[in-house]
């Protein structure tokens, strides 16, 4: 069993940056790919982003792609996503979900997720 908890969401203003943060509670988090998903208001929840247990490979959703940015410490259980450029689009609820598989954007591949954290970005 795996628990997560994600911190750093907050009300932004359109251009500026945030950075989500998500700890687990297991020590064998190093087993484990981390995604980070996100969902709007009225919207299906959608791939962000991943990170994977082995080699710091990482995959983006294109919406996101040169602008977020996925680091994981291992020593720590904790990954962290590093938004910039911030646009209202980006307005979501941002999850973190731990996988023992490497499905990075396949939401049902993740066993495990946490509460969530609300990220606003105003325009």
């Known amino acids: ?4 908890v994600e911190s750093g969401g907050g ?4 251009g500026g940056s945030l950075r989500l943060s998500c700890a687990a509670s297991a020590s064998t988090f190093y087993r484990y790919a981390m ?3 996100r969902q709007a208001p009225g919207k299906e929840r959608e791939f962000v982003g ?3 247990k082995n080699f710091g490979r990482t995959y983006y959703a294109d919406s996101v792609k040169g602008r977020f940015t996925i680091s994981r ?6 990954v962290h996503l590093q938004m910039n450029s911030l646009n209202a689009e980006d307005t979501a609820v941002y999850y973190c979900a731990a ?3 490497w499905a990075p954007d396949a939401a049902s591949e993740y066993n ?4 969530g954290t609300q990220v606003t970005v105003s325009s």
């Open 99 to 101: 996988s023992v598989a």
């Open 11 to 14: 009300l932004v203003q359109a």
């Open 1 to 4: 069993q795996v628990q997560l």
């Open 50 to 52: 991943a990170f994977n």
């Open 112 to 115: 495990y997720w946490g509460q």
């Open 35 to 37: 995604g980070w998903f």
């Open 73 to 78: 410490d291992n020593a720590k259980n904790t």
